[in-house]
T-cell receptor, first 112, second 118 residues
Framework: LAKTTQPISMDSYEGQEVNITCSHNNIATNDYITWYQQFPSQGPRFIIQGYKTKVTNEVASLFIPADRKSSTLSLPRVSLSDTAVYYCLGLPSRGSQGNLIFGKGTKLSVKP | NAGVTQTPKFQVLKTGQSMTLQCAQDMNHEYMSWYRQDPGMGLRLIHYSVGAGITDQGEVPNGYNVSRSTTEDFPLRLLSAAPSQTSVYFC?????????????????FGPGTRLTVL
């Protein structure tokens, strides 16, 4: 599974757009970029996944450039409830077998 | 569906005691995992299972045992608790598949068990 690097923490204010960049220089051809979100005192939850270009859902957008060595999770107009830790992972195309390796993630703090 | 359930929610042990953390899922997922989370350390994989009767070690398996006799249950056993095992433990289950060439791996996490070893 690809090794990923993210900022340890980020601060933002309500209503702003937040972009969290993840570096994955050694990503394999078959790896998909996957992001999880973890609120305090809860387990992580899947939010978005992509292979290249752009993916958007009701929660976030994910931008992956052509070289796939990095990706950016974009959260539009954040609110206080978006305060959480965000994890970036690289998963092979066949999926993991329950053995996901999470890094320390990016702790996002949204202030009023 | 109840999803992934864990019991107990809180537990305090004395050093040397043993106990079992329970985990169950009702989604018929083949894969199940145990993670521990310590402050500033993110999530670390302890053990995982790819199906009934099959388990494997993760990043930090020492001091823990697992077994998978059924698809639904994946208990984690602490053989002789140590203060270093004070942590929050999360169980997760997933079905990994490929749809249209895209990975559909999504792990579903339980609410966690907060364990303190004195």
């Amino acid at each position: 599974l690809a090794k990923t690097t993210q900022p340890i923490s980020m601060d933002s204010y309500e209503g702003q757009e937040v972009n969290i960049t993840c570096s994955h220089n050694n990503i394999a051809t078959n790896d998909y970029i996957t992001w999880y979100q973890q609120f305090p005192s809860q387990g992580p939850r899947f939010i978005i996944q992509g292979y290249k270009t752009k993916v958007t859902n009701e929660v976030a957008s994910l931008f992956i450039p052509a070289d796939r060595k990095s990706s950016t999770l974009s959260l539009p107009r954040v609110s206080l409830s978006d305060t959480a830790v965000y994890y970036c992972l690289g998963l092979p195309s066949r999926g993991s077998q329950g053995n996901l390796i999470f890094g320390k993630g990016t702790k996002l703090s949204v202030k009023p | 569906n109840a999803g992934v359930t864990q019991t107990p929610k809180f537990q305090v042990l004395k050093t040397g005691q043993s106990m079992t953390l329970q985990c169950a899922q009702d989604m018929n997922h083949e894969y199940m995992s145990w993670y521990r989370q310590d402050p500033g350390m993110g999530l670390r994989l302890i053990h995982y299972s790819v199906g009934a009767g099959i388990t494997d070690q993760g990043e930090v398996p020492n001091g823990y045992n697992v077994s998978r006799s059924t698809t639904e249950d994946f208990p984690l056993r602490l053989l002789s608790a140590a203060p270093s095992q004070t942590s929050v433990y999360f169980c997760a289950s997933s079905y990994s598949g490929v749809t249209g060439g895209e990975s559909t791996d999504t792990q579903y996490f339980g609410p966690g068990t907060r364990l303190t070893v004195l």
